[in-house]
C-alpha cells in the first residue's frame, strides 16, 4: 500500500510532478514510471480533491499532501491557490529539481517560475484559464489534433507549443487486463444494459449551467429505462449527495462506493454519457458508444472525436428522449501501439527540457 510520504529535503531528486485532480493521476502515472525507468527520481504533491488521493494509492505512487479544493467561490480559489503555491515553494527551495511536469495544475505555475525550475504542463481543452502557462511555462503540450490557429486565436505562445500525437488519454487507457469480477462484486448487473454516467465538472471556472440541465435529463431518462443499469460516477462526495438528495431513489441506479478502476470499467460497460472530459474520451478511445452533454466552448479533442463518430455531442434535452439502448456487441481491446507512441513523444520532450 502506497504512503503519503514526508517531503525529504535531503532526498536527491529530478523531476517534480505537480497533481491538482484525479484524471492527472492516470495521465502522469506512466509518464513518471518511464522517467524514473531512465534514472530520474520523481517527486510527487497533490491537492485533496475528489479522487485524487484514491487513485495515487491505488496505482501505488507516493506523493506528498498538499492543499484542497476551495469550491466554487473564486476568492476562496484564489486564496488557496496562492497559499498552495507558497506551501509548494518552500518544500521544493532546497531541493535539486530539473523540471516540474504537470497537466494543467496551476499551484505548480508560481513556486516553478520563483525557483527558477523549467516547468512543462499537458493540455488537452484549449480553453481552460491558461495564462499562468502561457506566460510561464517552458513547454506547453497538447495534443496534435489542436489546432495551431485555434491555440494562436486563444493567446497560445506557438514558440512553447509542442504537440504529440493522438490523445493523452492513449496513454494508459488500453494498459488493464479486463476484469469482469470486481466489477460485478460492486453492484454491475451484466443481465442488463449498463449504462456508466459522470456529471459535469460544476466547480471549474469553464463549467456552463447547460450541461446540468443536460445531466439531469439524461440521468431521467436512464431511470425510466427499467432494462438499464446506470451506474452514476460522481467526481466528489459533495456531488454525490447533491445527486442523491435531488432523485427518488431506485433500484437501477447503482453509486458505486468505492473507486474503481476506470478503463476497465468503461470497457464493460454498454454505452458511457458525461458531462466532458477525460471519461468521455477514454471511452471514445476503447470504442464505447459515448454521448457528452458538455456545453462549455467545444475543444479540439472533442470536435475530432466528434467527426470521427466516437463521440455524439448532446445540446438540446430533445435529443435526449430520442436515444435508445442496447447491449453493445463483445469488442476487442485495441493494440498499444499509440500509448508507446503517445509516451515517447512526452517524455523525449521532458527529457528535452530537463537535461538542457
Not at 523540471?99 to 527558477?116: E, Q
Not at 481552460?128 to 491555440?151: C, G, H, N, Q, S
Not at 435529463?217 to 454525490?240: F, G, I, K, Y
Request: overall charge neutral; glycine content about 6%.
Amino acid at each position: 500500500m502506497a504512503t503519503i510520504l514526508q517531503w525529504q529535503p535531503e532526498a536527491e531528486s529530478g523531476v517534480w510532478a505537480d497533481i491538482e485532480n484525479a484524471p492527472q493521476v492516470l495521465v502522469l502515472n506512466p509518464i513518471l514510471k518511464e522517467l524514473e525507468r531512465r534514472g530520474f527520481a520523481v517527486q510527487i504533491t497533490a491537492r485533496d480533491f475528489g479522487q485524487t488521493f484514491a487513485l495515487l494509492f491505488l496505482h501505488g505512487l507516493h506523493f506528498n499532501a498538499v492543499g484542497h479544493h476551495a469550491g466554487r467561490n473564486m476568492v476562496r480559489k484564489s486564496a488557496e491557490l496562492l497559499s498552495r503555491s507558497f506551501r509548494l515553494w518552500r518544500m521544493g527551495r532546497h531541493r535539486d529539481f530539473r523540471v516540474v511536469v504537470s497537466c494543467g495544475a496551476r499551484g505548480s505555475v508560481l513556486p516553478a517560475r520563483m525557483l527558477g525550475i523549467p516547468l512543462i504542463t499537458l493540455i488537452d481543452y484549449e480553453h481552460i484559464f491558461a495564462y499562468p502557462f502561457i506566460k510561464w511555462a517552458r513547454r506547453i503540450m497538447t495534443p496534435d489534433v489542436i489546432a495551431d490557429e485555434d491555440l494562436r486565436r486563444l493567446g497560445y505562445d506557438l514558440s512553447k507549443v509542442r504537440k504529440f500525437p493522438g490523445l493523452k488519454e492513449e496513454l494508459y487507457v488500453f494498459d488493464f487486463q479486463p476484469d469482469r469480477v470486481s466489477l460485478e462484486a460492486a453492484g454491475m448487473d451484466f443481465s442488463r444494459i449498463v449504462v456508466a454516467l459522470r456529471p459535469p465538472a460544476t466547480t471549474a471556472h469553464y463549467h456552463s449551467p447547460k450541461s446540468e440541465e443536460l445531466f439531469w435529463a439524461v440521468l431521467r431518462h436512464l431511470l425510466r429505462q427499467p432494462e438499464v443499469q446506470t451506474v452514476l460516477l460522481p467526481r466528489t462526495s459533495s456531488q454525490r449527495e447533491w445527486v442523491v438528495e435531488n432523485i427518488e431513489p431506485s433500484e437501477n441506479l447503482l453509486i458505486p462506493e468505492e473507486v474503481l478502476h476506470g478503463p476497465n470499467l468503461l470497457w464493460h460497460v454498454d454505452a458511457m454519457f458525461g458531462g466532458g472530459g477525460t471519461m468521455n474520451r477514454e471511452a471514445a478511445c476503447l470504442g464505447v458508444p459515448t454521448y457528452s452533454f458538455f456545453n462549455g466552448a467545444l475543444g479540439g479533442v472533442d470536435r475530432y472525436l466528434n467527426e470521427r463518430g466516437k463521440l455524439v455531442l448532446l445540446s438540446d434535452t430533445s435529443q435526449v428522449e430520442r436515444i435508445h439502448f442496447q447491449k453493445s456487441p463483445p469488442r476487442g481491446l485495441p493494440p498499444r501501439d499509440s500509448s508507446r507512441r503517445v509516451l515517447r513523444s512526452i517524455v523525449e520532450n521532458v527529457l528535452e527540457v530537463a537535461l538542457n
